[in-house]
């Protein structure tokens, strides 16, 4: 069992930066996988960044993935229990509810693949 808690959200103007983390508690040794995802009003949840840990496979350790949307502005980095997602030159696009999830059951990084999830905190970017 992993329990997941985001924080760092708020309102920003475009332009602005924020630092979300996700403090992770419980069977966390057994997490492959850390991902950000974000819903935004009316569409559909999307993955935003994801980072392996390489728990079970060495060669994965620290490999990230970025959704083309955010290449080049955000950056995803993890230590121990704590994932952070840095989020700079925000778009008003960048506007979600933002959450944290984990998969210990495989490497997939995927919406489908994750086994916990955070309640969410929420990105507001104003133009």
């Known amino acids: 069992q992993v329990k997941l808690a985001e924080s760092g959200g708020g309102s920003v103007q475009a332009g602005g930066s924020l630092r979300l983390s996700c403090e992770a508690s419980g069977f966390t040794i057994g997490i492959h996988c850390w991902s950000w995802f974000r819903q935004a009003p009316g569409k559909e949840r999307e993955g935003v960044a994801h980072i392996y840990t390489g728990n079970g496979r060495a060669t994965y350790r620290g490999r990230t993935v970025y959704a083309d949307s955010v290449k080049g502005r955000f950056t995803i980095s993890q230590d121990k229990n704590t994932m952070t997602l840095e989020m700079n030159s925000l778009e008003p696009e960048d506007t979600a509810m933002y959450y944290c999830?984990?998969?210990?059951?495989?490497?997939?990084?995927?919406?489908?693949?994750?086994?916990?999830w955070g309640k969410g905190t929420l990105v507001t970017i104003s133009s």
């Open positions: 999830a984990a998969e210990i059951s495989g490497y997939y990084c995927s919406l489908d693949s994750m086994d916990y």
